[in-house]
């Protein structure tokens, strides 16, 4: 998954646990949440590589 | 042989300069540059090999950029400095460079055809980034630099090319076909130069291929002043090559903040939930429990009633108004002959007695 589209998820998640009702649902997304962080977070900290082609 | 010092050096060369009649009241024909417009005017004049720093005290005489001129004045030396100024008292303008007319034609032609318009948008967050670039520039030292401290995360793949001079045109088109589509944005920079320097992306076959990939192009070419066609065909012009690595990198500091805020709203919202649900089952349970105790202490009091109305047949009751038992062999004596011997039980003591 890029790291784009699982920060958009990040952000779509976390607009829905503010307004959802239901318990289970909410800790549904909040287990979500947290692992889209841990991803995103290991993405922004990893080490790019330079390339010349 | 005897030395002299600098200040007698400088004292010699500012006389031969200022009292040389060959160098006084001069006209100078060459291409203005890098002018500086404060409460003087600072350019140089230039032709294709040298290049003279000039200082015009009166600013309301028109200069331009690029434009060819005849510049009146005389020699000056700076004692401080040690270097040379062209002071000018009258500017006669010859032309636009060759360079610039052919600048602005191409400019034109090409924003008729539409060139500059269609930008595309820039990815947000590209993971590859494609770089233009002569590799031991300093321009691709400080698009590096930049990334690396801004978003080390994206892969930058390096397409060297020459930027300057003969075949350089063809490089630069090469490498833009080559990475389009295999990157997410590609940058094409490099550092300032003269106008002739620049003038490979004055190209009209590099704005084409521009123009034609399909995958968005920043361009940081050269300083801020510097414009080229490149820049106008680009989806986004950036001042300087260290602009351009900004202008398509997010901070990484920004987002790790970002999702750290998203991460806590988000326990947030579920704690409150959570806690709000407690308060909940907490209110019913107190409620459950007034309620229960209100109907035990009804039933008591149902009770109490219940048990003052059994007092009555309560045989200690009884006796303790004034009653009393009669019992003959232990039960109820409910007939009686003379002689039998019964029991009298009263509230405080029992009496045997004989029937007479």
Redesign the interface.
């Known amino acids: 998954m890029?790291?784009?589209d699982m920060?958009l998820e990040?952000?779509d998640?976390?607009d829905k646990?503010?307004s959802v009702e239901d318990?289970d649902l909410?800790?549904e997304?909040?287990e979500k949440?947290?692992d889209l962080?841990l991803k995103?977070?290991k993405?922004?900290?990893?080490?790019?590589?330079?390339?010349?082609? | 042989m005897q030395s002299i010092s600098v200040s007698e050096l400088v004292s010699r060369i500012k006389v031969v300069l200022e009292f040389n009649p060959s160098l006084k009241d001069i006209c100078v024909s060459g291409e203005v540059s890098n002018l500086r417009n404060s409460k003087y005017l600072f350019f140089s004049l230039k032709d294709d090999f040298c290049k003279i720093n000039c200082v015009c005290f009166d600013s309301s005489l028109k200069v331009e950029n690029n434009s060819l001129v005849k510049a009146f004045g005389y020699l000056s030396f700076n004692k401080k400095s040690g270097g040379v100024s062209f002071i000018i008292n009258k500017v006669e303008r010859v032309s636009k460079s060759l360079i610039y007319e052919r600048f602005l034609k191409t400019k034109e032609k090409l924003e008729k055809k539409g060139y500059f318009e269609g930008k595309k948008s820039l990815?947000?967050?590209p993971?590859k980034i494609g770089v233009v670039a002569s590799?031991e520039s300093d321009a691709l030292k400080d698009v590096?630099s930049v990334?690396?401290r801004r978003f080390?995360?994206?892969?930058?793949?390096?397409?060297?090319t020459s930027v300057q001079g003969f075949g350089s045109v063809r490089s630069i088109c090469n490498a833009l076909s080559?990475?389009d589509e295999k990157v997410d944005i590609i940058l094409i920079v490099r550092g300032g130069g003269s106008y002739e320097d620049l003038d490979v992306f004055n190209s009209e076959e590099l704005a084409r291929v521009i123009f034609g990939v399909k995958t968005p192009v920043v361009s940081g070419v050269g300083h801020e002043s510097d414009f080229t066609i490149c820049d106008f065909v680009c989806d986004v012009r950036a001042a300087t090559p260290s602009a351009a690595a900004e202008v398509c990198s997010p901070k990484?500091i920004v987002?790790?903040s970002e999702?750290?805020s998203?991460?806590s709203?988000?326990?947030y919202?579920?704690r409150k939930?959570?806690d709000s649900?407690i308060n909940f089952l907490d209110m019913n349970n107190r409620i459950c429990k007034e309620s229960l105790r209100g109907e035990f202490n009804n039933k008591i009091g149902e009770i109490d009633i219940i048990f003052e109305s059994l007092k009555v047949y309560d045989k200690n009751f009884v006796l303790s108004k004034g009653y009393s038992i009669s019992l003959k062999d232990g039960k109820v004596l409910k007939s009686a002959k003379k002689g039998d011997e019964v029991l009298i039980v009263t509230h405080k003591k029992d009496f045997r007695s004989v029937i007479v």
Do not use: G, M, Q, T
């Open positions: 890029k790291f784009e920060f990040l952000k998640l976390s646990i503010e318990l909410k800790v997304y909040y949440i947290k962080s995103c977070k993405y922004l900290e990893s080490k790019k590589n330079i390339l010349e082609l | 990815p947000l967050y993971e590799r590096l990334l690396s080390p995360c994206a892969d930058v793949f390096l397409k060297h080559f990475l990484k987002l790790l999702i750290n998203l991460v709203a988000a326990k919202f579920l939930d959570i649900k």
